[in-house]
């Protein structure tokens, strides 16, 4: 299932009404994503969660919403990245505006000293509405 990460000890969760079928509405111009994180398996838990830490600053920061966070596990690649054979897989789910893929994806191409060459692959896509 998916989780919101933890925050200061604060989550950034809405809390859906008693009896409510359907997502709480969303500010004008935000629309669902989600984003699979391959991180590399060399790292212990602690570093991984650094590395993940400065992903969630950036949804922080562009105002994301309905974030929740689905930590896979370890699995083996279909094919080596980056010389690796295999690689953490996190899921990243939340509503965000429109810019927020551009910025994921210039982040991603220039993630900072401390995650440079972290990640393996960074994939956002759009979530259609109503698909679940």
Not at 64 to 80: I, Q
Not at 81 to 93: G, Q, R, T, W
């Amino acid at each position: 299932t998916l989780e919101p990460p933890v925050v200061d000890n604060q989550v950034d969760t809405q809390e859906m009404p008693d009896g409510a079928d359907k997502a709480p509405e969303l500010p004008n111009g935000y629309r669902y994503y989600e984003t699979m994180l391959l991180v590399q398996p060399k790292l212990n838990e602690m570093e991984k969660d650094i590395q993940l830490s400065y992903f969630e600053k950036l949804l922080g920061r562009h105002k994301a919403v309905n974030v929740m966070k689905l930590d896979r596990g370890k699995h083996t690649l279909a094919y080596p990245m980056k010389k690796f054979f295999e690689a953490y897989f996190v899921l990243y789910s939340f509503a965000g505006p429109t810019a927020l893929p551009g910025a994921i994806q210039k982040w991603q191409q220039n993630p900072g000293i401390e995650s440079e060459g972290q990640f393996l692959r960074v994939n956002v896509m759009k979530q259609e509405p109503g698909v679940s």
